[in-house]
């Protein structure tokens, strides 16, 4: 199964711009890379994914590198609400469209 | 529109007893899968259902199991609970299989299940 590297944690200051980095290098050509993340005692929640173009939305931006063996979740301004787990995901049909989640990179946000 | 909706939310059994856990997805959507939680292996799939049939399955024993109704809704079942079976239980649904890897899911809060 294809997989992912991110960083086990990370720090931000509320209402500064947010880069959650992960490395993909096994990924294929029909993988989609996702993003979701956990906040206390909820299940994850889907944040945004794309395959090869950057992606917009109204919660993120997650910028794809050009060989795709990397990618950027952007939150353009962090919030408390903000503090979180972080997935990056691998999904495609080589994992039959499954979630492969890793450990993923907390997010702790500071007032 | 009403999220993903697990019952119960907790549940305390001992080891050798059984347990069905219910999901019900969001209106329209009919593909559910569901995943477990424990500190020391993360999030893990169990397997995925659509149209009442299994699509895919993780790498879980056969004590595990799962069922999908005409509605849509899903149960799992975990027979002759072990004490390592303590975790918590994530369902998801989508609007179609996540085969092609382009489906977003939405997970309900989970069912915190204890062994004891």
């Known amino acids: 199964d294809a997989k992912t590297t991110q960083p086990n944690s990370m720090e931000s200051n509320e209402e500064e711009p947010v880069h959650l980095p992960c490395n993909h290098s096994t990924i294929s050509g029909t993988d989609y890379i996702h993003w979701y993340r956990q906040l206390p005692s909820q299940g994850p929640e889907y944040v945004i994914h794309?395959?090869?173009s950057n992606v917009n939305n109204r919660m993120a931006s997650l910028a794809i590198a050009e060989d795709r063996k990397s990618s950027t979740l952007i939150l353009h301004r962090a919030t408390l609400r903000d503090a979180a787990v972080y997935y990056c995901?691998?999904?495609?049909?080589?994992?039959?469209?499954?979630?492969?989640f890793g450990q993923g990179t907390e997010l702790s946000v500071k007032p | 529109k009403a999220g993903v909706t697990q019952t119960p939310r907790y549940l305390i059994k001992t080891r050798g007893q059984q347990v069905t856990l219910s999901c019900s997805p969001i209106s329209g959507h009919r593909s559910v899968s569901w995943y477990q939680q424990t500190p020391g292996q993360g999030l893990q799939f169990l397997f995925e259902?659509?149209?009442?049939?299994?699509?895919n399955k993780g790498n879980f024993p056969g004590r595990f199991s799962g069922r999908q109704f005409s509605n849509s809704r899903s149960e799992m079942n975990v027979s002759t609970l072990e004490l390592g079976d303590s975790a918590l239980y994530l369902c998801?649904?989508?609007?179609?299989?996540?085969?092609?890897?382009?489906?977003?899911?939405?997970f309900g809060s989970g069912t915190q299940l204890s062994v004891l």
């Open positions: 995901i691998l999904s495609g049909p080589n994992q039959g469209g499954k979630l492969i």
């Open positions: 794309g395959l090869t």
């Open positions: 259902y659509f149209s009442e049939t299994q699509r």
């Open positions: 998801a649904s989508s609007i179609r299989p996540g085969g092609q890897g382009n489906e977003k899911l939405f």
